[in-house]
T-cell receptor, first 119, second 112 residues
Framework: DAGVIQSPRHEVTEMGQEVTLRCKPI?????LFWYRQTMMRGLELLIY????????DSGMPEDRFSAKMPNASFSTLKIQPSEPRDSAVYFC?????????????????FGPGTRLTVT | KQEVTQIPAALSVPEGENLVLNCSFT??????LQWFRQDPGKGLTSLLL?????REQTSGRLNASLDKSSGRSTLYIAASQPGDSATYLC???????????FGTGTRLQVTL
């Protein structure tokens, strides 16, 4: 498997523009996570999906951020309108479900990230 | 709210030394703890996952221990190599098994 795939790897945009980040999880994984990493705040969970359904979006900073997962192999994170403070590295990760169903889970596998710069 | 702290923030050691990285967390009601490695400009690579019922996990030269009651974990790296140079992050899952809270990381440099 190619691992978690993210695109684009780098994005530079002007304030006010719409930005769409894309993620393809590992085939067979039913959890998908979006994270943001900055020097000031470290790695923060924004939202995660289970079987394409958003489970917890409490980390999404504000209404300008939205995420979708239309099918098991694709997810998007959209920022509209973008602001300079959104500049960060955005990671997507996926994980399979523990087959015993005891509420435990396997490791999360991370993509290479998208470095977003908003000027 | 779970808080995860890693000490030291940065560490430089000569090749061949054994070293210990520390991770502490404020809420001991965790499902599991995971150690990651991050190379500059890259994503995270999972190194070890310890379930809450376990005390330690080993993989090659790496050994991670977990003391849930005291809210601590250590990552032991034996016979360090320059290729071990990276940032090491620990993360714990609480609340729901899928939600990770990350520490700020320890930046490790192994010199020749």
């Amino acid at each position: 498997d190619a691992g978690v795939i993210q695109s684009p790897r780098h994005e530079v945009t002007e304030m006010g523009q719409e930005v769409t980040l894309r993620c393809k999880p590992i085939s067979g994984h039913d959890y998908l996570f979006w994270y943001r990493q900055t020097m000031m705040r470290g790695l923060e969970l924004l939202i995660y999906f289970n079987n394409n359904v958003p489970i917890d979006d409490s980390g999404m900073p504000e209404d300008r951020f939205s995420a979708k997962m239309p099918n098991a192999s694709f997810s998007t994170l959209k920022i509209q309108p973008s602001e300079p403070r959104d500049s960060a590295v955005y990671f997507c990760a996926s994980s399979p479900t523990n087959p015993t169903g005891q509420g435990l889970y396997y490791e999360q596998y991370f993509g290479p990230g998208t470095r977003l710069t908003v000027t | 709210k779970q808080e995860v702290t890693q000490i030291p923030a940065a560490l430089s050691v000569p090749e061949g030394e054994n070293l210990v990285l520390n991770c502490s967390f404020t809420d001991s009601a965790i499902y599991n703890l995971q150690w990651f490695r991050q190379d500059p400009g890259k994503g995270l690579t999972s190194l070890l996952l310890i379930q809450s019922s376990q005390r330690e996990q080993t993989s090659g030269r790496l050994n991670a221990s977990l003391d849930k009651s005291s809210g601590r974990s250590t990552l032991y790296i034996a016979a360090s190599q320059p290729g071990d140079s990276a940032t090491y992050l620990c993360a714990v899952s609480t609340g729901t098994a899928s939600k990770l809270t990350f520490g700020t990381g320890t930046r490790l440099q192994v010199t020749l």
